[in-house]
């Protein structure tokens, strides 16, 4: 049991069953826990790409997009994940490697953007953006 002892001004000493409020706090947190979704299924939507895109100079930059369904393009070429890792991997023993621009549609997961960031990143390409694009299908 969970009990709090004072002395009060009399000196006589005035006990606090904190039971019931730790049972309480307990299973507020269990509610809490069960209702709360699992990160896996949270939507998150990628930022609007707004403004002209002549400030990006095209010879510096690939664009790799990806839609909800897991579609991968390669500068608007469809590519499988086995293929855009080739060619990162090609890319990556190049000398002036271009940035990769990361565009999803707006039906695209977080969770798989990831998987295309860390997938460029482990040959050493350097992902420039993550944004929402056009729907690529």
Same mark, same amino acid.
């Given at each position: 049991?969970?009990h ?7 000196g006589t000493?005035t ?14 947190a269990a ?10 299924i ?12 002549? +400030? #990006? ?5 690939i664009?790799?997009? %990806? *839609? ?9 070429e469809?590519?499988?994940l ?16 271009p940035?990769? +621009? #990361? ?5 695209a997961?977080?969770? %798989? *953007? ?6 460029l ?17």
């Open positions: 049991m969970w709090n002892t004072k002395t009060n001004m009399l000493e006990e606090v069953d904190m039971t019931s409020l730790m049972d309480l706090m307990t299973q507020i509610v809490m826990m069960l209702c709360a979704p699992p990160l896996s949270l939507s998150t939507r990628l930022p609007e790409v707004s403004g002209e895109k002549n +400030l #990006l100079n095209p010879e510096s930059y664009v790799v997009s %990806f *839609s909800g369904s897991q579609q991968i393009r390669w500068a608007d469809p590519v499988s086995e293929e855009l890792e080739k060619r990162a991997r090609i890319y990556s023993h190049k000398k002036d490697t940035e990769i +621009l #990361l565009a999803g549609d707006a039906d997961t977080y969770g %798989f *953007s990831i998987h295309l960031r860390t997938l990143s482990k040959y050493g390409l350097k992902v420039k953006e993550l944004a929402r694009c056009e729907s690529i299908e």
